[in-house]
C-alpha cells in the first residue's frame, strides 16, 4: 500500500504540517482588555487562528490552543535533537581525521562545555520573569 502524495509518512511529518497549517492562519489582533472580557470566546477564537493580544495598539502577547503549543514544542524539539545529532556526526568525521589528537582532559572538557553553555545562553533570549502567588 503506497503513501498519496498529500499523505505525511510520519507522525514528525504530520505535526509539521499542523503546525505549519495553523502558522498560516491569519493573525486577529485583539486587545487584552476585550481579551479579558470575553475570555471564552478568546479561546475559542485561539482554536481558529492565531490570536495577538495587544496593549495600546501594540502587540503584547498571544494565545494558541493547547494542541498546537505541544504540536509546536514536539517539532522543535526534533528539529534540535536532529541539528545536535548532525554536529556531534560532524565533530566525530573531524576527531576521526585529526592526526594523532592528544585525547582531551577532563578539565579541558569542562572548559569546552562551559564555553558552549555561555554561548547558548547569549543567543537565548531572555526568558519572562515568573509569577508567584501569594498564599
Same mark, same amino acid.
Given at each position: ?14 505535526? /509539521? /504540517? ?6 498560516? @492562519?491569519?493573525?486577529?489582533?485583539? %486587545?487584552?482588555?476585550?481579551?479579558? %472580557? =470575553? ?6 477564537? =485561539?482554536?481558529?487562528?492565531? &490570536? &495577538?493580544?495587544?496593549?495600546?495598539? #501594540?502587540?503584547?502577547? !498571544?494565545? &494558541?490552543?493547547? =494542541?498546537?503549543? #505541544? !504540536?509546536? @514544542? ?5 528539529? /534540535? ?5 548532525? +554536529? ?7 576527531? !576521526? ?11 579541558? /572538557? ?9 554561548? %547558548?545562553?547569549?543567543? +537565548?533570549?531572555?526568558? %519572562? ?7
Amino acid at each position: 500500500m503506497s503513501q498519496s502524495p498529500t499523505q505525511p509518512t510520519d507522525s514528525y511529518t504530520t505535526t /509539521l /504540517l499542523r503546525v505549519a497549517e495553523y502558522l498560516s @492562519r491569519p493573525q486577529q489582533f485583539v %486587545a487584552v482588555t476585550e481579551a479579558q %472580557a =470575553a475570555f471564552g470566546r478568546t479561546l475559542d477564537m =485561539a482554536h481558529q487562528t492565531s &490570536v &495577538v493580544l495587544t496593549t495600546n495598539g #501594540e502587540p503584547t502577547g !498571544a494565545l &494558541v490552543s493547547f =494542541a498546537t503549543l #505541544e !504540536a509546536m @514544542r514536539s517539532a522543535l524539539q526534533h528539529l /534540535l535533537v536532529e541539528a545536535m545529532e548532525t +554536529s556531534f556526526t560532524q565533530v566525530q568525521a573531524q576527531v !576521526a581525521s585529526a592526526p594523532h589528537a592528544e585525547p582531551t582532559s577532563e578539565a579541558e /572538557l569542562e572548559a569546552l562545555v562551559d564555553e558552549v553553555v555561555r554561548r %547558548a545562553r547569549r543567543q +537565548s533570549p531572555p526568558m %519572562a520573569p515568573r509569577r508567584t502567588e501569594c498564599p
